[in-house]
T-cell receptor, first 117, second 113 residues
Framework: SQTIHQWPATLVQPVGSPLSLECTVEGTSNPNLYWYRQAAGRGLQLLFYSVGIGQISSEVPQNLSASRPQDRQFILSSKKLLLSDSGFYLC????????????????FGAGSRLTVL | DQQVKQNSPSLSVQEGRISILNCDYTNSMFDYFLWYKKYPAEGPTFLISISSIKDKNEDGRFTVFLNKSAKHLSLHIVPSQPGDSAVYFCAASVRGGSEKLVFGKGTKLTVNP
C-alpha cells in the first residue's frame, strides 16, 4: 500500500532563517506531488506541484521554492522565512498514470506546522 | 479570484440530525468535485466525490448532490454524529486536464451530543 511521510511535524523558526520541509511517498512510482498551505482563515492554497523529477510548477509568487530530487521525494524550502510564511504545510500525491479519465483524488500527509517568530 | 467558495465558515447541528454543507464554484470547466474532511493537526482525508455526469452520489451516511446549472454542490450527512465534527473542504478539478485541485476555504462542522 502507498504511504506518504512528511517531516518535521512542527517547526518554530525565527524570521530570516532557512526552511526545509521534506515529503516522501512509498509504494508507488512516478506520482504527482503537491505542496499546499493552510493559513489561518484561508483554506488550502496550492503552492507547488510536480509531475516528474526536476519538474516544478509554481502556483503563487512567494518566498518559497520546491524541488524534486528523486521520484518520490518532494522538498519545500526557503532561504529566508517571513512572518507570513507561518501556516500548516501539507504534502500530497496522486497517481501519475491516471490517463485522461483518471480522477484526481489527492492523498495528504499529516502536515507540518510552521511558526515563524 | 476564488473559484470554489464555501460561504459558511461554520455549522453546528445536533447529533442525529442532518448536516448540510454547501459549496459554489465559478469555473464552468470543473467537472469533478470532491469533499475532504480534516481534523485539527492532521492532513485532510478524502470523503466522497462526484463527476459532472451525475447529480448525486451516496456513500453510507454521506451524500453529495451536484447542481451544474447553479454551479452548486452540497454534502449531506445523515444522521450526524459527534465524530463528524471536523473541517470539511470542497474541491474541484478538470478531470483529465489540469493536475490541480482547487479547494474552498472550508466549513467547520460541530455536531453536538
Amino acid at each position: 500500500s502507498q504511504t506518504i511521510h512528511q517531516w518535521p511535524a512542527t517547526l518554530v523558526q525565527p524570521v530570516g532563517s532557512p526552511l526545509s520541509l521534506e515529503c516522501t511517498v512509498e509504494g508507488t512510482s512516478n506520482p504527482n506531488l503537491y505542496w499546499y498551505r493552510q493559513a489561518a482563515g484561508r483554506g488550502l492554497q496550492l503552492l507547488f506541484y510536480s509531475v516528474g523529477i526536476g519538474q516544478i510548477s509554481s502556483e503563487v509568487p512567494q518566498n518559497l521554492s520546491a524541488s524534486r530530487p528523486q521520484d518520490r521525494q518532494f522538498i519545500l524550502s526557503s532561504k529566508k522565512l517571513l512572518l507570513s510564511d507561518s501556516g500548516f504545510y501539507l504534502c500530497a500525491w496522486t497517481r501519475g498514470d491516471r490517463g485522461l479519465t483518471g480522477a484526481n483524488v489527492l492523498t495528504f500527509g499529516a502536515g507540518s506546522r510552521l511558526t515563524v517568530l | 479570484d476564488q473559484q470554489v467558495k464555501q460561504n459558511s465558515p461554520s455549522l453546528s447541528v445536533q447529533e442525529g440530525r442532518i448536516s448540510i454543507l454547501n459549496c459554489d464554484y465559478t469555473n464552468s470547466m470543473f467537472d469533478y468535485f470532491l469533499w475532504y474532511k480534516k481534523y485539527p493537526a492532521e492532513g485532510p482525508t478524502f470523503l466522497i466525490s462526484i463527476s459532472s455526469i451525475k447529480d448525486k452520489n451516496e456513500d453510507g451516511r454521506f451524500t453529495v448532490f451536484l447542481n451544474k446549472s447553479a454551479k452548486h454542490l452540497s454534502l449531506h450527512i445523515v444522521p450526524s454524529q459527534p465524530g463528524d465534527s471536523a473541517v470539511y473542504f470542497c474541491a474541484a478539478s478538470v478531470r483529465g486536464g489540469s493536475e490541480k485541485l482547487v479547494f474552498g476555504k472550508g466549513t467547520k462542522l460541530t455536531v453536538n451530543p
